[in-house]
């Protein structure tokens, strides 16, 4: 075990290791992967989650984490997410999966439309992460005669998943300035991490309401240093 404590909430964390994952089939089997083989905990975050037939696959993987033992915490957006149905979310209560609905719609008697939970992200056991911009339902899915809506996901294991874990726990627990966990770090070991996983990845975030522009400022940072080519892959660019 590493005593090494990886800087997890700012910078760059190098032990890592990070693949580009399509939408569709390979999306959705990585995620079914993840969930299945969590062994502690896991945080999902989405914007739409539907019960379609990929909705269900993935309310049933994780209603089967929680019976075996893991802690599972979904949050979803109460506005994008209002179509599923309240029974989906007592079932997966009941069987002990926790969740959370992102800025109520209706809050002090008055509608409210304002910050939304525009995040895609999958973290387990603070070691698994995936995060893009691929929603839970079936036009993210390849289905019969449908191929998927083209989208791209970062799929990361390494330090850089504690950095995602510990943002969806502050989240989660609406707390400023959390500390981070000793627990969460003695996940991460050398026997884990591949000895050639030294990719550098940070962990940049958008919130208007708090004034962050921090993947603006990463876009910025590498258009200005572009020396040939440019090439943007963006479900929405405007």
């Known amino acids: 075990m590493s005593s090494r404590k990886p800087n997890i909430t700012t910078g760059y964390t190098t032990r890592n290791n990070v693949q580009l994952i399509r939408s569709g089939k390979p999306y959705f089997d990585l995620l079914l992967q993840i969930i299945n083989s969590s062994r502690k905990i896991i945080y999902l975050q989405y914007y739409i989650f539907l019960e379609?037939?990929?909705?269900?696959?993935?309310?049933?993987?994780?209603k089967a984490a929680s019976q075996r033992g893991v802690s599972?915490?979904?949050?979803?957006?109460?506005?994008?997410?209002?179509?599923?149905p309240k029974?989906?979310?007592?079932?997966?209560?009941?069987?002990?999966?926790?969740?959370?609905?992102?800025?109520?719609?209706?809050?002090?008697?008055?509608?409210?439309?304002?910050?939304?939970?525009h995040h895609k992200?999958?973290?387990?056991?603070?070691?698994?992460?995936?995060?893009?911009?691929?929603?839970?339902?079936?036009?993210y899915n390849d289905m019969p005669g449908e191929p998927a809506w083209l989208d791209m996901a970062l799929y990361c294991t390494g330090e850089a998943s504690l950095a995602v874990q510990h943002i969806?726990?502050?989240?989660w627990l609406?707390?400023?300035n959390l500390p981070v966990q000793q627990s969460e770090?003695?996940?991460?070991?050398?026997?884990?991490?591949?000895?050639?996983?030294?990719?550098?990845?940070?962990?940049?975030?958008?919130?208007?309401?708090?004034?962050?522009?921090?993947?603006?400022k990463s876009?910025?940072?590498?258009?200005?240093?572009?020396?040939?080519?440019?090439?943007?892959?963006?479900?929405?660019?405007?």
Request: contains cysteine.
């Open 52 to 62: 379609d037939e990929t909705g269900t696959a993935v309310m049933d993987a994780l």
């Open 72 to 84: 599972v915490f979904l949050q979803l957006d109460a506005y994008a997410s209002n179509a599923l």
């Open 87 to 117: 029974r989906c979310i007592a079932e997966m209560r009941e069987a002990g999966v926790y969740v959370k609905r992102f800025e109520p719609l209706l809050r002090s008697r008055h509608f409210y439309f304002g910050r939304r939970l």
């Open 121 to 139: 992200v999958v973290v387990a056991d603070g070691y698994y992460s995936l995060v893009g911009g691929l929603n839970v339902c079936n036009r």
């Open 168 to 171: 969806c726990r502050q989240m």
């Open 174 to 176: 609406k707390k400023k």
């Open 185 to 216: 770090l003695t996940e991460q070991s050398d026997e884990r991490i591949p000895v050639a996983a030294q990719i550098p990845v940070i962990v940049r975030r958008n919130d208007c309401v708090k004034r962050k522009s921090e993947i603006w």
């Open 219 to 238: 876009y910025l940072d590498m258009f200005i240093k572009a020396q040939a080519t440019i090439t943007i892959m963006c479900s929405y660019f405007l």
